[in-house]
């Protein structure tokens, strides 16, 4: 199976910087696309960032030239650097993997989308 742990999130000052971790275990053999999300009270869940296994990145129009995404192959792992906060940017911020390649019961598994649990950011004075 997979797992996603996020972590990272927290209060911080407008003008002020974050950087969000998320780290997927299991018997992984491959990761396509590896990205954050968020979601904002009352409102729907929207990319943040993606970053592609060939490093391809796409962003939100609101996030570019703040957030940087990037990825460590060799630990599974995402990162999400955000910097210049604002408050807009308040909300639960959400891991997704696409397209997992993992082994169990030695046979090798796809997993479509992934999830992690998500983590608070809160962007006040």
């Known amino acids: 199976q997979v797992r996603l742990v996020e972590s990272g999130g927290g209060l911080v000052q407008p003008g002020g910087s974050l950087r969000l971790s998320c780290a997927a275990s299991?018997?992984?053999?491959?990761?396509?696309?590896m990205g954050w999300y968020r979601q904002a009270p009352g409102k729907e869940r929207e990319l943040v960032a993606l970053i592609t296994s060939r490093d391809s990145t796409n962003y939100a129009d609101s996030v570019k030239g703040r957030f940087t995404i990037s990825r460590d192959n060799a630990k599974n792992t995402v990162y999400l650097q955000m910097n210049s906060l604002k408050p807009e940017d308040t909300a639960a911020y959400y891991c997704?993997?696409?397209?997992?390649?993992?082994?169990?019961?030695?046979?090798?598994?796809?997993?479509?989308?992934?999830w992690g649990q998500g983590t608070q950011i809160t962007v006040s004075s």
């Open positions: 997704n993997v696409n397209d997992v390649r993992y082994w169990s019961g030695g046979y090798l598994w796809k997993l479509d989308d992934y």
């Open positions: 299991g018997s992984i053999f491959s990761i396509n696309a």
